[in-house]
């Protein structure tokens, strides 16, 4: 099987994480996206500084439950502090035979060399990254380049609608008492609402 990972920290998930997840699927012909939400930090000095985890996949859940090929994995959730490649090289030994594409945005895909152990995930899948914000198809190309004949990794364009939209953005306006309708599925925007979730943000 072709297996897209979408990692995040989905707080909250937003449908520029599922048109990722969407396009990925189509374009390369995946079979599967797995929705993989990070767990929280165990250092935090205040817990009520992050959506609590379960906040956070409960919402995942809602998301994606109206498509039978994307998947939650708790495979970092249930650690507080997850490496991508140690992750991608457990999936490889826990599911064998499948080939993986790690699906992120330019954001990630333009600070990747400050990642910890950021070399090690290169062998173990196939990066799809998408445009965000003001990169556009050059500035990707050039990275994509970059990046391939630096550390011989296999990286592809995701060619995605541009969404101005981040968790941050939800948030805010969540706090500012804003409706975040159309910016999430409605599930997630009922469960934002029911939860009184981001009531309070520290901007
Ligand atoms: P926050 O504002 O809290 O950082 P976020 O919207 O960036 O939230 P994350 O959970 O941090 O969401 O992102 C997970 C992955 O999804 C990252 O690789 C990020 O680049 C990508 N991503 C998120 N939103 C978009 C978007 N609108 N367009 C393209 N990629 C996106
Ligand atoms: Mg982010």
Not at 26 to 40: H, R, V
Not at 42 to 54: C, F, G, R
Not at 57 to 67: F, H, L, P, Q, R
Not at 95 to 124: C, H, M, R, V
């Amino acid at each position: 099987m072709k297996i897209g990972i979408m990692g995040g920290t989905f707080d909250p998930i937003h449908i520029g994480h599922l048109l990722l997840g969407e396009f990925a699927f189509e374009e390369f012909k995946l079979d599967e996206i797995w929705f993989l939400p990070n767990g929280n930090p165990p250092h935090k000095d205040t817990e009520d500084m992050d959506t609590s985890l379960t906040h956070r996949i409960e919402m995942v859940k809602a998301a994606i439950s109206g498509s039978p090929h994307f998947k939650l994995s708790m495979h970092e959730a249930k650690k507080g502090i997850s490496y991508t490649y140690r992750t991608m090289r457990d999936f490889h030994e826990l599911y064998p035979g499948n080939e993986f594409y790690f699906i992120l945005g330019a954001d990630s895909l333009f600070s990747i060399e400050q990642w910890k152990y950021f070399k090690e995930i290169f062998p173990t899948c196939t990066i799809l990254a998408a445009m965000r914000d003001d990169k556009d198809v050059r500035d990707m190309q050039k990275q994509i380049a970059y990046l391939k004949k630096k550390y011989e990794a296999e990286i592809e364009l995701l060619r995605a609608p541009l969404l101005e939209i981040s968790s941050t953005t939800i948030r805010e306006r969540a706090a500012k008492g804003l409706t975040v309708h159309y910016f999430v599925p409605d599930a997630v925007a009922d469960y934002i609402k029911e939860h009184h979730l981001y009531k309070e943000v520290e901007q």
